[in-house]
């Protein structure tokens, strides 16, 4: 297994390798620098490079964006080749041996898990140190995406934790609001508390990209996620205590933003854009009071910026899945594979497999998975037949037209969703059934005429017995013009989305729609009525809170097209 101390070890690695473009031109971290990331990342992934831009607002930091955008930069962030390379090292540590020798010959590997990070008194993130007035954090090139947003948001952030008993850490993101103050959603708090007590807290950037993507794992509450880094590297992270506050940091990390979490102070940054698909109201956060900024010398600034997957964030994801799914068939034996979907983003689409079909399985599972870390976050649950292709959305829609029955098969539950939200989750049961017989709808040729005279050619079918349909009208008519669909194709599931959206861009409309549903609000079932089967009508249409994914303003996207050239692209 191949480790890296800094950030700029890894950098190096992927510059010899091909996989970095270097942006010298002078760029803005004011939208810019996230609409060139959002154009090369949709490159294919050959040209898809890291981009790191060495000039920006005239500062001192470089940004780099797109770190681990595609499957191979993710997997060389882990020291192997393929990210099936990380599962197939947990699998094999969790298998049972065939003798005893078998237990001595993975001992180290067991203990090389079980050792937690090294103290160290002199770390290179203090190389620079700043205090008191010296604390500016716009200094710090920190990025705004586009023009719905008011603050600049930290992301990739290790958010770092202690109550003085206990330390934790998680990936998350943070919300600039002052030279010296930072608004973080209180869903990224371990240690959240209604007390006035402040908590110590860092926000910890860089570092080995192991400890970023351990951050983020879906790990039990008292497994500290640089034990799993520290396995993951083959050797322990170091850690040193931090200047101003009794908590201990990441030695070898970019940057560390040290501080005091005050609870009882709530503040509101605005509309903030989380990938999720939309804009939204970011809603209560705690405030952060800045007590110290350090640095390592020559420190690069790593972002994620939100937009349409894949994208760092969901092969960070990705990674996830690979070394969780040995584990989850040990924890779950029903669960026979798991695939977290991109467009869920991680946290709002999940599919499993299984070949259990015994009564109560299916719930066992969603439950079992609900209740585990992170995953506990899980928006929307799907779960099929083991031999049903995860990772074919076609086919996950196919099994659910043919196999849910909406008033036996959906399991909506209230729970935590992702921004520290409460509302309605939905598991879906679509493991095969003794098939019913077949049901009686209205056909194809008279949908057709009736639908499309009520809203032209605003709809598609994408599935039998399932219409997409794009609805213009102002919110509160958007339940007429369902309805009125409905009445009209009678046997028919609807899924209705903004009229702005592409109807044959299906993965840009799950991104949008899965971010922003409450299946709780949402989501309706109609019994069935004869031999009319019972169906459903979900709403995804936006609300008067919710707004479109953060873009630059149409002048910043004239320029970016202007200077295209000088960034060092080719059209």
């Known amino acids: 297994m191949m480790s890296y101390r800094h950030l700029d070890e890894f950098l190096t690695r992927l510059e010899q390798a091909g996989e970095v473009t270097r942006v010298s031109a002078p760029v803005e971290s004011d939208q810019e620098i996230a609409a060139i990331t959002a154009r090369v990342r949709a490159l294919p992934a050959s040209r898809s490079k890291a981009l790191i831009f060495e000039r920006v607002d005239g500062g001192d930091y470089p940004v780099v964006t797109n770190l681990f955008g595609t499957e191979k930069r993710m997997a060389w962030a882990l020291g192997v080749e393929s990210l099936a390379a990380l599962g197939d090292r947990l699998a094999s540590l969790l298998a049972m041996p065939d003798q005893a020798g078998g237990w001595l010959s993975r001992a180290g590997d067991m203990m090389a898990l079980l050792r937690g990070p090294a103290r160290v008194r002199e770390a290179d993130v203090q190389q620079i140190i700043h205090r008191g007035p010296k604390i500016d954090l716009a200094r710090l090139p920190f990025l705004r995406h586009g023009a719905g947003e008011i603050t600049r948001s930290i992301t990739l952030a290790q958010i770092t934790t202690t109550d003085g008993s206990t330390s934790r850490v998680t990936l998350g993101q943070a919300q600039?609001?002052?030279?010296?103050?930072?608004?973080?959603?209180?869903?990224?708090?371990?240690?959240?508390?209604?007390?006035?007590?402040?908590?110590?807290?860092?926000?910890?950037?860089?570092?080995?990209?192991a400890a970023m993507w351990a951050s983020g794992a879906p790990l039990p509450s008292r497994v500290h996620p640089y034990l799993l880094a520290g396995w993951l590297r083959g050797k322990p992270l170091r850690i040193t205590p931090?200047?101003?506050?009794?908590?201990?940091?990441?030695?070898?990390?970019?940057v560390v933003i040290e501080g005091a979490i005050e609870f009882s102070s709530v503040v509101d940054p605005g509309l903030v854009d989380d990938g999720g698909g939309s804009l939204s109201q970011a809603g209560e956060h705690a405030l952060m009071r800045v007590t110290a900024v350090t640095l390592r010398r020559g420190a690069v600034i790593p972002a994620a910026v939100p937009g349409l997957p894949p994208h760092d964030l969901t092969w960070l994801m990705q990674a996830t899945e690979h070394l969780y799914r040995p584990l989850l068939r040990l924890l779950i034996e029903e669960v026979h594979d798991l695939h977290l979907a991109d467009v869920g983003i991680g946290r709002n689409l999940a599919a499993v497999s299984t070949d259990h079909t015994a009564p109560?399985?299916?719930?066992?599972?969603?439950?079992?998975?609900?209740?585990?870390?992170?995953?506990?976050?899980?928006?929307?649950?799907?779960?099929?037949?083991?031999?049903?292709?995860?990772?074919?959305?076609?086919?996950?829609?196919?099994?659910?037209?043919?196999?849910?029955?909406?008033?036996?098969?959906?399991?909506?539950?209230d729970g935590l969703l992702p921004g520290g939200r409460f509302g309605g989750k939905l598991g879906i049961d679509a493991t095969r059934k003794q098939r019913p017989p077949d049901p009686t709808r209205a056909a194809v040729e008279t949908v057709s005429g009736v639908v499309s005279g009520l809203i032209g050619d605003a709809w598609r079918i994408i599935a039998p017995g399932w219409l997409l349909?794009?609805?213009?009208?102002?919110?509160?008519?958007?339940?007429?013009?369902?309805?009125?669909?409905?009445?009209?194709?009678?046997?028919?599931?609807?899924?209705?989305?903004?009229?702005?959206?592409?109807?044959?861009?299906?993965?840009?409309?799950?991104?949008?729609?899965?971010?922003?549903?409450?299946?709780?609000?949402?989501?309706?079932?109609?019994?069935?009525?004869?031999?009319?089967?019972?169906v459903v009508s979900i709403d995804l249409i936006r609300r008067d809170d919710q707004f479109l994914a953060a873009e630059i303003a149409p002048e910043g996207a004239a320029q970016v097209d202007q200077r295209w050239k000088t960034y060092g692209f080719k059209r």
């Open 360 to 413: 109560g399985a299916v719930r066992k599972i969603m439950f079992a998975l609900w209740g585990m870390g992170s995953l506990a976050q899980q928006k929307t649950l799907i779960v099929v037949d083991h031999d049903v292709d995860l990772r074919r959305p076609d086919a996950l829609l196919c099994q659910i037209a043919e196999q849910v029955d909406p008033a036996r098969d959906l399991v909506l539950v």
């Open 176 to 209: 600039v609001i002052g030279a010296d103050a930072i608004a973080l959603r209180r869903a990224d708090l371990v240690h959240d508390n209604d007390t006035r007590r402040p908590i110590a807290a860092a926000i910890v950037l860089g570092g080995d990209p």
């Open 469 to 534: 349909i794009a609805a213009d009208e102002p919110r509160h008519d958007s339940r007429s013009v369902i309805e009125a669909v409905r009445a009209a194709a009678p046997g028919w599931s609807l899924i209705a989305v903004d009229a702005g959206l592409n109807l044959d861009d299906r993965r840009a409309i799950a991104w949008h729609g899965l971010g922003r549903v409450d299946w709780r609000r949402d989501l309706r079932v109609y019994a069935a009525q004869g031999a009319v089967p019972a």
């Open 242 to 254: 931090a200047l101003t506050q009794p908590i201990d940091v990441l030695a070898d990390a970019e």
